[in-house]
Each structure stands twice: as structure tokens, then as C-alpha cells.
Antibody, heavy 121, light 112 residues
Framework: QVQLVQSGAEVKKPGASVKVSCKAS????????IYWVRQATGQGLEWVGW????????ASAQNFQGRLTMTRSTSMGTAYMELSSLRSEDTAVYYC??????????????WGQGTLVTVSS | QSVLTQPPSVSGAPGQRVTISCTGS?????????VHWYQQFPGTAPKLLIY???NRPSGVPDRFSGSKSGTSASLAITGLQPEDEADYYC????????????FGGGTKLTVL
């Protein structure tokens, strides 16, 4: 079955970087874009960025530009999200999700299980 | 503040019908673009519930339905069941490079 499995929880200090992985299985990794979405505790969903695993093209939400790097390993079917210059407000669960794209639209299915990133001194 | 506005909470008794609305801050967003819905239980990842305004993925019960009229989209749940208690999010196209994807703030459904 189609599945996205993410790396485990991370605790980082302010100013550090964190790298989260998202391993895809059950489908052709390069055929679907991967999106990253985060959710602070008790809060809603916030789009972070997306990547085309085939070309490597990426785009970030404005709030993360300059701090966000998305990469992939096509041989391992894995996408990576690295966020730098971490601050306490970056504490959240980070999700990867496979996107279905048509025209200007994207919807997401399935989602990874989420990775909790805690930023604390 | 979310670009898409949802009521923070709704409730209903088992067997009843409830609806959750999703309205764009720019009235053109929902009117012009497709809306998708997700269900999220505490401590778990969101799950796709409705895509393209009114389409159900395989495995989603037909008690769940989506619609769109004018500047508002809605998720309806009929025959409410205790296991429907969850958070529900709408999502659409952000129409800008800085907000390619936008979500509603989420609605907590309580089954009384």
C-alpha cells in the first residue's frame, strides 16, 4: 500500500538546523510531488513547501524562504526537509504528504505520520 | 489568521446531520477554486476526506459529502457516529507564490 514514513522526533536548540526524512513506498516516487505541512500544538495546518522529486524543483512558503531546503534521493525514494535558524515558534509536528495535482490544484493523500520538532534552549 | 474561515466547533447528537462551512477571506477564493477536506484525530496525521469539492476517495463512507455554493464550501456529515468526533480542515489554492496552498483554521466536531 502507498505509505510515507517519516523520521523520528527531534529536539534542537534555537539557531540550530533540523533535517526530517520522508520515505515513500508503494508507488513510483518520482511521479508525485511531495508537500510539507506543519502543525503547532493545538493549532491548524500550515503549508511549508513542496518538491518535485523528478526534477528536484522546490518552492517554499514565504515564511520559510531562506531557511528551508528540500532535497531527495530518488534511489532511496526519500524526500528531506531541512529547516535552519530554528526558533521556538518552529516547534511543531512536520508532515510530508503525496500530492495529486490537477491544473492549479493540489490535494494530499496519504500523509506521513508526522515528526515532532521541538526547539528549546 | 487563516485565509479560509471555518467555525471553531460544531456539535451534534448521534444520528443527526451536521455541516461545517469554509469561507474564503477573499470571497473569490472559494468561489473560483476547488476545495478539499481532511479529517484528523488527535495525535494522528490528517486523512483526505473529500477532494475536488464533492468527491470521496475510496473507503470514505457516503455519510460524508462536500458541496460548494458561491463563496462558501461545506462538509456535511449525516447519520453522525461517535467515531466521527475529530478535527476537520478545508484546503484550497492560495493563488499566490507565497501561499500556494491554504488551509482553514479547523473545526472540532463533538458528538454529544
Amino acid at each position: 500500500q502507498v505509505q510515507l514514513v517519516q523520521s523520528g522526533a527531534e529536539v534542537k536548540k534555537p539557531g540550530a538546523s533540523v533535517k526530517v526524512s520522508c520515505k515513500a513506498s508503494g508507488y513510483t516516487f518520482t511521479s508525485y510531488h511531495i508537500y510539507w505541512v506543519r502543525q503547532a500544538t493545538g493549532q491548524g495546518l500550515e503549508w511549508v513547501g513542496w518538491m518535485n522529486p523528478d526534477s528536484g524543483y522546490t518552492a517554499s512558503a514565504q515564511n520559510f524562504q531562506g531557511r528551508l531546503t528540500m532535497t531527495r534521493s530518488t534511489s532511496m525514494g526519500t524526500a528531506y526537509m531541512e529547516l535552519s535558524s530554528l526558533r521556538s515558534e518552529d516547534t511543531a509536528v512536520y508532515y510530508c504528504a503525496r500530492s495529486f495535482d490537477y491544473g492549479d490544484y493540489s490535494y494530499f493523500d496519504p500523509w506521513g505520520q508526522g515528526t515532532l520538532v521541538t526547539v528549546s534552549s | 489568521q487563516s485565509v479560509l474561515t471555518q467555525p471553531p466547533s460544531v456539535s451534534g447528537a448521534p444520528g443527526q446531520r451536521v455541516t461545517i462551512s469554509c469561507t474564503g477571506s477573499d470571497s473569490n477564493i472559494v468561489a473560483a477554486y476547488d476545495v478539499h477536506w481532511y479529517q484528523q484525530f488527535p495525535g494522528t496525521a490528517p486523512k483526505l476526506l473529500i477532494y475536488g469539492n464533492n468527491n470521496r476517495p475510496s473507503g470514505v463512507p457516503d455519510r460524508f459529502s462536500g458541496s460548494k455554493s458561491g463563496t462558501s464550501a461545506s462538509l456535511a456529515i449525516t447519520g453522525l457516529q461517535p467515531e466521527d468526533e475529530a478535527d476537520y480542515y478545508c484546503q484550497s489554492y492560495g493563488n499566490s507564490l507565497s501561499a500556494h496552498v491554504v488551509f482553514g483554521g479547523g473545526t472540532k466536531l463533538t458528538v454529544l
